[in-house]
């Protein structure tokens, strides 16, 4: 009996030191690795972002091996005993030694050595780490996306309030970088505030994807262990399971798109970091932002840079180019695991964070800026900005044909000036018609060069018109309690899962 | 009379000539193009693409206008009759003429011909380019998306049937190209169909963001003529309008939202073709193409090369090449339209025609290809592929740990063979246990090592076993039929409106 | 005999037949191929860059073929005759029949037509379409990249010439988008001019690494005929063969090189771009291009936009599109050729011509471009741009450490404005000191803040005085006086060896 | 007195505070940032790559400060006898504070701390960070890519001369993954080192035109201080330095070309490696990889996976995705510098090291990785891959055409076996010829089926011939050698340079 025992508890040391130098290998493969081999294929940097994920997978895996009747009730108790320990006291930090090859063997070598083998070795039971590690990103992922849209709605809410407080800031509006039609900020701003809502969109629909459980796929062939995948699915707050068990553990594009929907609103923010990189430059000088969100230099005392924005602009590079990795991984992988998957990973959490932190700034950095109406208004006329309005007014009210009166205000612009004269001229000139003898008049011209008429006339559904921007509001507004509340949901059906899992485990181990 | 007459003349020669030299420049801009800044502006070559859905733009602008009171009868009359024609006869050849900058200019420089400049300057009131362009983007876009989810849905058919005549072929699943476990080509060739099934999900979602009208933003400000936006949405069968008017005419995230899942599907149909591309090797010879599928050699006479999958697995590069060109594009775009926008167009089109093609080919391909089921079934059980099952048998009916019985297994691998014997000696090395006399005998050793009887244990869902298959093959039916009544929905609203909208216009030339 | 004779004319007609129809197929494989097969996997569109090239490595092989005694006189003097003639006349247009899978296989089969079986059909001993196309790839692409270097050089001489111009314009240099300090356009302008010299660089390595030539590898084996490679790569003005056969055929690390190379030089040009959009505009006004560069508005009479530029940073995103899509394409190939390496062709030439298309239109609006100087010379010293020299005066006179200096004056810009008072304060604030006690005076801090006598100072190399600038042209002359010379050499190497090519085809003929 | 120097005391603590705080911000402006802004904005992670770097920097511009005078002896003495400090007892922690926006505001923080104000403070003369920067990175780099080369090096040897070991060891070649001709595994290791020599030889021409030196560029605009760039330059070992100043301050190109360099390298290693997943996979056992670099699963005991391998292919992802990055975030960047620069240098370091540890790891999998010449041999002959030599015979001894041999040949395969019989019957249907009268025997035909006959034939430059590999090996090691040389003086250059610049550093403290 003694002897036994000792033999055991040499045979747990062996184990658990195998785990640590050979990790799961001992019985397969022999010899030593090098520093250098390890620490190309260990995945622990990254393991930091699942280790807590991993605790829950692990308590419901073994609450459904119980209920199943796979595993006796002691080394239940025992083990879950470990994990509500661990996961109370934070997880030991050998659990992330580099010498294993990831925390999944960590942990099982910490509770082999704190169980003993013939409990602690008794967790994988019906399931792979092929299927765990797939369960562990799903369960982080579905987190780091409600963090992030959650980001999202806190940059529309922002974006809205500005726009609220600035419907009647009168600004020109661009293409190619020139002054096109006068506009107004709020016009200008809720354009983004669309952007970033189809962003939210997005990434609800990428959630109901992501949000399904490998569970009980094991290697990819299931198990041959009676498990019951829905009921551990359950347990974790999952929508229900992803079905086959070969596309559970191989299947990466539900990463591949929220990357691509990370890139994407990136790519949006850097649309608005643009502007506001231009605008705060002292040409244009639209925007005075907080000296939080700016920089200086360390030579040229005088600077306030944009920083914030410049950084932000560029993450879109960082973002997409994580995209573009992950899909170059995954090109070409035959079904089913293969351990190239492990160096997607990195690459989903650099893209969801970049992502979450870059929304929030940008909420931050918008809510604290300053914008300088009175440039935006000089601004606004400037630039023969109203020349559009102008050729309308010759079309509606002297029936010319709108190219025609298109070239005629045209050559008007190319003489320098907008008035009368230099109308009449063009008119001659162009389709050999006087305007004034048409009844154009000095007062006319003027009327339709007004800035603040000319917006008051753009009256359709989303044009830059009072009227029309308060629709567009409370538009915005709907559309923006909608994804909070659906969000919301979200966030309880998780919390509430996770609080039932956490009872169940404690209803366990008394 | 007769004078004004010819001064008519002479002034729409004018303004053709205008157009075809030097494009709705006149007014504006002195001096001639070189042909090679006109060609390297110009975007003929990706109009072909939007013609004729820019002749629907046309048509339903204009009953708008005419409805809204914006242009009077006999112009709309004589504007709608051309349109009709051009439909009818096809587009005339000299509106792609590459002297104009686009064909919304060729059509316009027709119309101005044909109607004289009094009817034909006036069809472009109350609009721009940039709202029209993207209008037909995403009017011809929707068609691309309705046709690659065609595609996707015969696709998955075939999966699918070829699934449900192979549920009892039995093949071994493969990890890291290594034979793993035994399953089936069924439970194998479903993993796949899941795949594409959550593409169509993407393309769908994507739908929705992509069916949503930009008319009546004109330059990106809205007009000052009293336009009714919602109506021309209606008229073309859209979902409705894009609210705000600066987003409809600058915003591009519905192109990267829909190139991302072009890239996604194709990532995934990549990896069918590399297993393609493997089983037809002359080691493995699982699969036997059709010959229409493969080429032969210049030089080698005997070769039989699986060419439409090596093909179909670079053009995965090629859409996600497309990806990447239209994000970089994207970035860093100030409001609203810049000409980069033009550039992205092409991308566009190249990832959905990818894709669309793509899909349709690999199905083609893999209904034809017959599977080797005796070369399957022998590989099934070779390189020790029931491992698994054996140290799951153990833990099960002799209750050693999971990890003991891994590494007694493992270690009996080592060895070249497993069996009591060199399971009994593992038993004594790795656990100081004597397997035998716990009751391991030959019989249950080849038990639990028999292909097909481990594949029946596992009867998890989405796992091999044949009821697990034919639940999930049930699943994988009622989906396919959901996503093909959504489509022929989506269809029937597109047709619908595009008839009525004939009829309307038709009605006013009456 | 008559019978063998129609026999012969059978057995040739179904040659050509098969080649058009199966191509190359018969012998081994059975069935037709669906038209969509046939144009998923043809590269005839792609092959129209290779056709001239092709000729001539047919020239070269059968001058090789006849000088090893491989191919008997008459059949070798019958199918030079007919290049030759193709050569002249231009190649025929059944040539690239879609029906023909590519440009290789029409040719043979017009050859085999012409010249009967017998003779047409032995061109292709001792190669095969692998060692073929990979030589036709870098012999077009060679002219390609000559044509590039030329349009790169050409570009750089306007650089220079239009900074030589400006040496004394100054102007306000940026960092961050914010006024920095003074400095000149020539300066500014010589800075753009050094990247396109790197990437003449890049170019000019790259060519090295592709003008090697990989005939007579065959299909990765080389041959069991008793080829000569090096006089084949001699006629063909290649620096040598690709040592390697395997490699030669399979290897494209030559054309991810020359699209990378591509890729970088189009993103030193969207540099540029973006600075002509932003000087364009009218906030800035330090340039006014062309009209010819430019385009106006469908709607916006007064436009005048920066269409080309626009175009030009976006197709920076075509470009290194083309690179993602050619490094996806490559990935995880095993050796020797793969089908995939047909689809990697056209993104080469996509982007060596928009790369040479891109630098010469830049060159042609850069040249044609109006600088404002007196815009320019107003901003140069606005926005406390010499506030950096204020403070290294306060260092170098006053003996004041460079850190306090620095945050004395920023002190100093944040109360708005640059005096003796302001400063005094400041120096109070930041350090307890008075500038005014230590001999600071209105005068000095004028005079530290003038616009050309700070740039005068910066006389260091590469620095914006006069001096510096002087001598920095003089180095980028003599740079760019190497590179043509060198450009020339290659020329004339690839001129003489194509005309000795060319006689050496007629010789055979005679 | 004693006042001053209390009040100079209190002024030091409030410049050190406020660079901790808020960052050479204090004198322009005010506010505090949120951890969240200061976190985004922080380079810290990756100034650890260029810490070191930095100091070296410092030194040399200190020893130009003081030989042109612009710093006096005493500030000089003090200053460098820090950073010969810094330097033996490795950089304080603090330097690296995250509070501090960059390592090099932390260095001048400890400076100023330790040697006071007035002296700590007088080390940034003269430049700024923008040039401070950009020196550094490309100071470190040049150490990454010479040991990158290093790596290369040493892959290149192992592959020589494990191909050196088998240029008798014969092996199917194959294209499309299809046994197509036999060949040589020392033949097929030579395509593979041909392709890491061109990688070698693309470093070789980044290095120079990395290795110039930024310094004294200052902002963009060099300096009013007296600097003399050249001879900080050669005291860092630097070629020369980066001409003009602004191109030194704002070109990243050189960082695009080193980043496209790793990525085509890593592709040539994706390429080794998915053959290395396929030669050990159990359908084919060319290669048995040494356990170091396999690992089994968690849950298959048998397992023995190619796991370095499909990291190593995966990376290919990663370092392709870093060049992504880099290109998009430089992408449209006005001159000169913009802080999205900051976010391009860890995807330069990502780059360099991944690829460095994988062209090392990949030396050592090959080095220690078993050939199985049995297995090889016994797939030569497989598959008819011997067939084209069969078709060669039949032109060379027969007169008949290629393309007809090659169609005879063809369709004998597809009757399932090369011999005299079914050739026969092959040329009579193909080409209505009897081969048997024209004096085809059996004996003939086994002849040229013959694995070691076909290969001897093949001695072309570069083919699978004996002869042809031992020249091409003795080409392979003389380009080995001469790239290892020139490393060896870049190394000497470098390491002289560095100990030259130590000693002036130790003889100006003395």
Excluded at 81 to 87: F, P, S, Y
Excluded at 141 to 167: K, P, Q
Excluded at 383 to 398: I, K, P, Q, Y
Aim: charged residues 25%; contains cysteine.
């Amino acid at each position: 009996m003694a002897l036994i025992c000792i033999r055991t508890i040499i045979i747990v040391k062996k184990v658990v030191e195998s785990m640590q130098k050979d990790r799961i290998r001992q019985g397969r493969l022999s010899d030593d690795r090098s520093e250098d081999v390890i620490s190309y294929l260990s995945s622990m940097d990254a393991d930091h972002w699942i280790a807590d994920a991993d605790l829950l997978v692990d308590m419901a895996h073994l609450l459904m091996l119980r209920r199943q009747g796979i595993i006796d009730e002691e080394p239940a108790r025992i083990l879950m005993a470990l994990l509500l320990d661990m996961q109370e006291q934070g997880m030991p930090a050998q659990v992330f030694d580099d010498r294993y090859e990831d925390v999944h063997a960590g942990k099982e070598a910490y509770l082999i050595e704190k169980a003993g083998i013939d409990h602690g070795g008794r967790l994988h039971m019906g399931r792979s780490r092929n299927d765990e590690v797939a369960t562990c990103i799903r369960l982080r992922l579905r987190d780091e996306m409600i963090a992030g849209m959650d980001a999202l709605i806190r940059l529309r809410s922002v974006l809205i309030r500005v726009a609220s407080e600035h419907t009647g800031t009168v600004m020109p509006g661009f293409t190619h970088l020139q002054h096109a039609q006068p506009t107004t900020l709020a016009h200008h701003l809720l354009a983004h505030e669309q952007a970033f809502s189809r962003d939210c969109g997005r990434f609800r629909d990428a959630y109901t994807r992501t949000n399904r459980c490998p569970l009980g796929s094991a290697a990819f062939a299931s198990t041959g262990y009676p498990v019951d995948r829905e009921y551990a699915a359950d347990l974790l707050g999952f929508d229900g399971v992803v079905l086959n068990t070969m596309d559970a553990v191989s299947a990466r594009d539900f990463a591949l798109e929220v990357i691509a929907g990370c890139s994407i609103s990136m790519l949006n923010a850097s649309r608005v970091c643009e502007e506001v990189v231009i605008w705060s430059s002292s040409f244009v000088k639209f925007v005075n932002l907080a000296d939080a969100h700016t920089s200086t230099s360390s030579i040229m005392p005088q600077k306030k840079n944009p920083d914030t924005a410049e950084v932000m602009r560029a993450k879109a590079g960082t973002v997409t180019g994580a995209l573009a990795a992950a899909m170059m991984i995954i090109k070409g992988l035959p079904m089913s695991y293969n351990r190239d998957l492990q160096e997607l990973t990195p690459h989903l959490w650099r893209a969801v964070s970049e992502c979450r932190k870059s929304a929030a700034l940008l909420a931050d950095m918008l809510s604290k800026a300053e914008f300088n109406r009175e440039r935006m208004e000089v601004e606004a006329g400037a630039e023969f900005s109203t020349a559009t309005e102008l050729a309308d007014m010759l079309v509606r009210e002297h029936g010319i044909p709108f190219r025609t009166a298109h070239n005629i205000v045209g050559r008007g612009v190319r003489s320098g000036r907008l008035d009368i004269e230099s109308l009449e001229e063009a008119g001659q000139e162009m389709a050999g018609i006087s305007l004034r003898s048409q009844g154009l008049t000095s007062e006319k011209v003027s009327a339709a060069l007004d800035v603040r008429r000319g917006i008051a006339m753009r009256g359709a559904t989303g044009g830059p018109a009072a009227a029309a921007v308060e629709q567009m509001l409370s538009v915005c507004r709907a559309d923006l309690d909608n994804d909070r509340e659906w969000l919301d949901i979200m966030k309880k059906g998780r919390t509430e899962a996770i609080t039932h899992l956490h009872s169940e485990a404690r209803r366990l181990v008394q």
